[in-house]
């Protein structure tokens, strides 16, 4: 049974300090000169997220493998435009701006003085924690995120939503089942073979040549689901020649982009138990300090506030 009462909030946190990094001017820094602007920014994202949505639990969601190998094995262009170079253990270095990069682990100490759990799994990104902790969560779900990849999580059955921040944090939408079929034409539960079909050149993904995102909702109008419109063109049937021959070359691709694109939803991760809460003296006192050794100035303050409003 769902509970309605509570409410489970996942950020999408790679996502959001990038765009904070990007949305933030860099002209405050910590004392020896190190950039915060993408703390500063998260800091009032979380800040708002809380005050805006109210959920009573937060988790951040970490990219412990940010282009797992198993996915580069089946699509060996996945992401292959973020690779800068490869270290000597054969890992994969993403483009990271040398200023974002030296905030990441301020961003962890920030993240762990207002006790926001960050949950990230071995060779797999923070989309597939996202996906496993709103698959088994007994409480509504918001998902922060500017991905789109994440539509195929939302469920209006379940209140699993997208808080989508591609817009802005000025501009935040939420983003349902309606929201999905009304802008591509497809269900939530069908976005994963669409997005197969159209493909993602951010993310290295070809796609059908040839099939845009107008065919490729017009395929699973009429077959369901991408099982159902390999059937359909093997048969030479609901479709013109053309657009058979374009699914059935592709079918290399098709046989394993799915497994790429779909978010794990069974990872051995489970959801906090422990709700959000207003800090304690002692834990606001070290929290203040971290402001002051990193000029987080009143980003911190303010989502120290925002903790203080919910429920203890």
Known sequence: MIDA??????????????????????????????SVNAVRGLLDMIAKLVTTYEPTHLVACWDDDWRPQWRVDLIPSYKTHRVVEVVADGADVEEVPDPLETQIPIIREALAALRVPVIGVAEHEADDVIGTLATISDMPVDVVTGDRDLFQLIDDERDVRIVYTARGMSNLEILTDATVVEKYGVLPRQYADFATMRGDASDGLPGVAGVGEKTAATLLAAHGDLHGIRAAAAAGEGMSAGVAKKILVASDYLDVAPTVVRVATALPISVPEEPLRPLDQEEKSLAVALAERWNLGTSMGRAITALDRTAP
């Open 5 to 34: 009462v509570s409410r489970l909030m996942l950020l999408d946190t790679a996502s959001l300090y990038f765009r904070a990094f990007y949305g933030v001017p860099d002209t405050v820094r910590s004392a020896d000169g190190t």
